[in-house]
């Protein structure tokens, strides 16, 4: 199974663009999810994560106030609203599932260590140019 992220492409500073998360066979109510980004050069970071209830969300200090995680069980679909977007957002999105367990427990969400997450897909491009 593999999560497959769409939505990227190329806008100007201070436009936004909404990331979906989507799978098939697999519940991603199930699972905590997360987003990470790569840009070139750089090592995959993660941005944002949200606990299988919905109710716990993680930001990076970059994204927090600029980008929202959301999910919409029904659709089986994970959403990264990106707002304000800078040159520094540019990179390939990617959203993975965490089957370890270790993201969301006892009420808490933790850093989304991508060694914990699994089912990456392709994902998708966002360039934001200056």
């Known amino acids: 199974v593999q999560l497959q992220a769409s939505g990227g492409g190329l806008v100007q500073a201070g436009g936004s663009l909404r990331l979906s998360c989507s799978a098939s066979?697999?519940?991603?109510?199930?699972?905590?999810i997360g987003w990470f980004r790569q840009a070139p050069g750089k090592e995959r970071e993660a941005v944002s994560c949200?606990?299988?209830?919905?109710?716990?969300?993680y930001y990076a200090d970059s994204v927090k106030g600029r980008f929202t995680i959301s999910s919409d069980n029904a659709k089986n679909t994970v959403y990264l609203q990106m707002n304000s977007l800078k040159p520094e957002d540019t990179a390939v999105y990617y959203c993975?599932?965490?089957?370890?367990?270790?993201?969301?427990?006892?009420?808490?969400?933790?850093?989304?260590?991508?060694?914990?997450?699994?089912?990456w897909g392709q994902g998708t491009q966002v360039t934001v140019s200056s």
């Open positions: 949200i606990s299988n209830s919905g109710g716990s969300t």
């Open positions: 066979g697999l519940a991603l109510s199930s699972y905590a």
């Open positions: 993975a599932a965490d089957f370890s367990g270790r993201t969301y427990y006892s009420g808490s969400i933790y850093y989304p260590a991508s060694s914990n997450f699994g089912a």
